[in-house]
């Protein structure tokens, strides 16, 4: 294929025509800052936290999430990135690896959280024995638990937004996830901007690549020469979303713009599901005093598991 925009050969072939590498990364980044600035993720007076694994998805959207600092003028020392380490053998320590190098190269600060440290055990170790007593998946305890600690930290450090490196295919499966087990009170939760309204509890998570294809994250990150694991974690396959995500890419390679049609759709609905999510409350959970929709947050309940296991 050859560039519709000029004689280089073509790397990607878009709906719109296929680019070379130089105007495939002009359109990505274009896209990602039109992303920011349609729906006002960052705004000058934040203190940006990147929630981080080393991963492609948060190594992209944390050097454009610089970069777009830099290009509006927005000061860069306000900016860090959050990574949480779940404890998972063969995998995590080798994309914090990556993570740590990533951030000494583009001077970004870089603040680790541990499960082991903040929740008594790794996610290797807790998982099994939270199983046995509420037949939860690890997927079901390592986001509870990832979410509550990335809230957490980015508090402490004042944060007040935490950017996160959801891409267009994830947020496709969370909002198909969401209509198959009629989770309809979480919907409005989601979007370029989690939750409707700022909270004392909760710091706003936002999504520059809410428009971006998994595809298209993957060779940029390869096109600019990041060192990044492509591996998937060895969890992945035992959750209710890797189904969804197998479902998904059959129905997008059979019926081309599948995923775009499902964020198109929800887009159209998010104002009346973040009205009603708007009115739900959020109290300090009894325990740890975080965010909670409940007495105790799912994070204590889980925890509360393993003591009683010991």
């Not at 992303?35 to 944390?62: E, F, M, P």
């Not at 267009?168 to 909002?175: C, P, S």
Request: hydrophobic share 35%.
């Amino acid at each position: 294929m050859q560039c519709g925009k000029c004689d280089l050969k073509a790397v990607m072939e878009l709906q719109h025509g296929a680019l070379c590498k130089s105007h495939f990364i002009s359109y990505f980044e274009d896209k990602v800052f039109r992303t920011i600035n349609r729906y006002q993720l960052i705004q000058r007076k934040d203190r940006i936290c990147v929630a981080t694994s080393g991963g492609k998805d948060s190594l992209t959207v944390l050097y454009l999430t610089k970069k777009y600092c830099e290009k509006y003028q927005i000061p860069t020392n306000n900016l860090f990135a959050l990574v949480i380490d779940e404890g998972i053998a063969e995998y995590r320590e080798k994309t914090v690896i990556d993570l740590e190098l990533f951030c000494r190269k583009h001077n970004i600060p870089l603040k680790i959280a541990y499960f082991k440290e903040e929740l008594g055990k790794t996610l290797d170790d807790a998982y099994p024995i939270i199983n046995q007593g509420t037949s939860k998946k690890p997927c079901n305890v390592c986001g509870v638990w990832r979410r509550y600690l990335l809230n957490k930290h980015a508090k402490k450090i004042g944060a007040t937004k935490v950017v996160t490196g959801h891409n267009l295919d994830d947020e496709a499966q969370a909002i198909i996830m969401n209509l198959f087990k009629a989770n309809v009170d979480l919907a409005g939760r989601l979007g370029p901007l989690s939750g409707g309204s700022e909270h004392d509890l909760f710091v706003q998570r936002v999504k520059p690549l809410y428009l971006c294809g998994e595809k298209e994250v993957r060779l940029y990150t390869v096109l600019k020469g990041f060192q990044v694991q492509f591996a998937e974690c060895p969890y992945s396959k035992e959750g209710y979303r890797h189904h969804i995500q197998e479902m998904l890419n059959e129905f997008e390679h059979k019926y081309k713009g599948t995923k775009q049609g499902i964020i198109k759709s929800f887009l159209a609905m998010l104002p009346r599901l973040q009205e009603k999510e708007e009115k739900q409350q959020i109290t300090p959970c009894r325990k740890c005093h975080e965010a909670a929709n409940n007495d105790i947050c799912n994070a204590c309940q889980m925890k509360e598991v393993l003591e009683i296991a010991r």
